[in-house]
């Protein structure tokens, strides 16, 4: 699975952004789709994700402020971030996480897209 980050850019604290990962598969069949950003200096961390069931999961930092959605008919994954903040600067990586019939699980991500939130 090939994925396609953007929509990262330069927003000031209080703005709003909206990140979209597009897969050259269709992801009705990828179990979980997310986003997880990594700051500098930190380790990687799961924001948002939702799965097949459009179950969705948000770290409590994004609470209230970000939205996962799915659009199938386009392949594509969004993460709507509203009331953003300084603390919410880093790369965001799109991730795929397949599970095969035969109990095999993969990781997939792109290539990433910078966010940063000036103050």
């Known amino acids: 699975v090939q994925l396609q980050a953007s929509g990262g850019g330069l927003v000031q604290a209080g703005g709003s952004l909206r990140l979209s990962c597009a897969a050259d598969?269709?992801?009705?069949?990828?179990?979980?789709m997310a986003w997880y950003r990594e700051a500098p200096g930190q380790e990687r961390e799961l924001v948002a994700r939702?799965?097949?069931?459009?179950?969705?999961n948000y770290a409590d930092s994004v609470k209230g402020r970000f939205t996962i959605s799915k659009d199938p008919t386009k392949n594509t994954v969004y993460l709507q971030m509203n009331l953003l903040k300084p603390e919410d600067t880093g790369v965001y990586y799109c991730?795929?996480?397949?599970?095969?019939?035969?109990?095999?699980?993969?990781?997939?991500w792109g290539q990433g897209t910078l966010v940063t939130v000036s103050s």
């Open positions: 991730n795929a996480y397949i599970v095969t019939a035969w109990g095999q699980s993969y990781n997939y």
């Open positions: 939702i799965g097949s069931s459009r179950s969705r």
């Open positions: 598969k269709d992801i009705a069949t990828v179990n979980v």
